[in-house]
């Protein structure tokens, strides 16, 4: 399938591609105005807005058809769970480190999450590195990740040698994530 989001941080420059099915969307703006009298003598106001944010909201399902795919998946989600991570980050730059709450990234899904870029949709981007991910993604702070096994999907069970491993034949994956205007 080409339904592939693609996530990249900006302090390591590393990108996470995950195969994905839209479960929901919601795309939020919200304006901070205030009114402005422009003449006492005819009363008319001016609005003045001072500022406006824009959020994703967006849930996924990420299926595996065996079990070597979900276990890449959850090696994908740790990645983005290490991406994400507030505090203390060190960059691919030698001896740059960033302490931050809020984590910049850029996501690319396809016409719903990008950065406005124009590309044909019969000829979409094709996003093999963090710079192309940076041209063509939206760049974004992420404020929420929450993932979790779809247990009426089922799991994969595999027998190493002294344990039986379960992998997620399906994951559920929520995603907020805050459009920077800087």
């Given at each position: 399938?080409?339904?592939?989001?693609?996530?990249?941080?900006?302090?390591?420059?590393?990108?996470?591609?995950?195969?994905?099915?839209?479960?929901?969307?919601?795309?939020?703006?919200?304006?901070?105005?205030?009114?402005?009298?422009?003449?006492?003598?005819?009363?008319?106001?001016?609005?003045?807005?001072?500022?406006?944010?824009?959020?994703?909201?967006?849930?996924?399902?990420?299926?595996?058809?065996?079990?070597?795919?979900?276990?890449?998946?959850?090696?994908?989600?740790?990645?983005?769970?290490?991406?994400i991570a507030p505090?203390?980050?060190?960059?691919?730059?030698?001896?740059?480190?960033?302490?931050?709450?809020?984590?910049?990234?850029s996501v690319f899904?396809?016409?719903?999450?990008?950065?406005?870029?124009?590309?044909?949709?019969?000829?979409?981007?094709?996003?093999?590195?963090?710079?192309?991910?940076?041209?063509y993604g939206v760049?974004?702070?992420?404020?929420?990740?929450?993932?979790?096994?779809?247990?009426?999907?089922?799991?994969?069970?595999?027998?190493?040698?002294?344990?039986?491993?379960?992998?997620?034949?399906?994951?559920?994956?929520?995603?907020?994530?805050?459009?920077?205007?800087?």
């Amino acid at each position: 399938t080409d339904n592939i989001i693609y996530i990249g941080s900006h302090i390591s420059q590393r990108v996470v591609a995950l195969k994905a099915f839209l479960d929901s969307y919601d795309f939020k703006v919200t304006k901070n105005s205030q009114q402005m009298m422009i003449n006492s003598f005819s009363n008319r106001k001016q609005v003045i807005e001072s500022e406006a944010k824009m959020s994703f909201t967006i849930a996924l399902n990420i299926p595996a058809h065996s079990y070597n795919e979900s276990r890449n998946n959850l090696a994908k989600i740790a990645e983005l769970q290490r991406m994400i991570a507030p505090g203390t980050i060190e960059s691919s730059e030698k001896g740059v480190f960033v302490n931050s709450s809020k984590v910049l990234m850029s996501v690319f899904f396809k016409n719903l999450l990008n950065s406005g870029e124009y590309f044909s949709p019969f000829n979409a981007p094709s996003i093999n590195d963090f710079a192309t991910l940076k041209t063509y993604g939206v760049i974004v702070y992420c404020l929420n990740v929450n993932y979790q096994p779809d247990l009426d999907a089922g799991f994969f069970q595999v027998a190493d040698l002294d344990a039986d491993f379960m992998f997620p034949k399906n994951i559920k994956l929520n995603l907020t994530l805050e459009v920077c205007h800087e």
